[in-house]
T-cell receptor, first 113, second 113 residues
């Protein structure tokens, strides 16, 4: 069965520092991978997705993620965080493009001024 | 931009009431989904629908039903609300074939007292 693990429930970084949020997935074949962000009181917004091709994908708001098949990981990165990046981030996986998406439990990002 | 609109942001209902949560999308998407979101548990899939009049159970369908009479509207029904159904409910839609992930509504925070 597909599953997604986000090992960090909370992460705190200083504004301007770099960020990496970890995501590990469990799936037999090449999965379809997503990162979503949820600002307080809002729904989820798609940051980026990986379906195939280049393993480094660029997303909105300056985020990127790298698919590493050997490590079953899809970590999210940003070189310099802004206070507005404080939110909850969800990694997600699907077995194919049209399959329903399985979400991780989320990582809440806190930004120190 | 695709819009997914959930009719209520906040809702307070009494135990035993029948509750309707409405979700409307304006981009002719085939697929629609209902999730509930609880702290520490992430998003859990309640029901989904791949087309009009179609519905399939997700991971936690007990105590819920759905209705999809028109393509743009997907309703979640709590037949007899209970306090353990107090949660944030998120609706999402997706086109088919899916070139993108889900588009989410802003959520309905339901409190059952």
């Amino acid at each position: 069965a597909q599953s997604v693990t986000q090992p960090d429930i909370h992460i705190t970084v200083s504004e301007g520092a770099s960020l990496e949020l970890r995501c590990n997935y469990s799936y037999g074949a090449t999965p379809y991978l997503f990162w979503y962000v949820q600002s307080p009181g809002q729904g989820l917004q798609l940051l980026l997705k990986y379906f195939s091709g280049d393993t480094l994908v660029q997303g909105i708001k300056g985020f990127e993620a790298e698919f590493k098949r050997s490590q079953s990981s899809f970590n999210l990165r940003k070189p310099s965080v802004h206070w507005s990046d404080a939110a909850e981030y969800f990694c997600a996986v699907a077995g194919n493009r049209d399959d329903k998406i399985i979400f991780g439990k989320g990582t809440r990002l806190h930004i120190l001024p | 931009d695709v819009k997914v609109t959930q009719s209520s942001r906040y809702l307070v209902k009494r135990t035993g009431e029948k509750v309707f949560l409405e979700c409307v999308q304006d981009m002719d998407h085939e697929n629609m989904f209902w999730y509930r979101q609880d702290p520490g548990l992430g998003l859990r899939l309640i029901y989904f629908s791949y087309d009009v009049k179609m519905k399939e159970k997700g991971d936690i369908p007990e105590g819920y039903s759905v209705s999809r009479e028109k393509k743009e509207r997907f309703s979640l029904i709590l037949e007899s609300a209970s306090t353990n159904q107090t949660s944030m409910y998120l609706c999402a839609s997706r086109t088919y074939p899916a070139n993108y992930g889900y588009t989410f509504g802003s959520g309905t925070r339901l409190t059952v007292v």
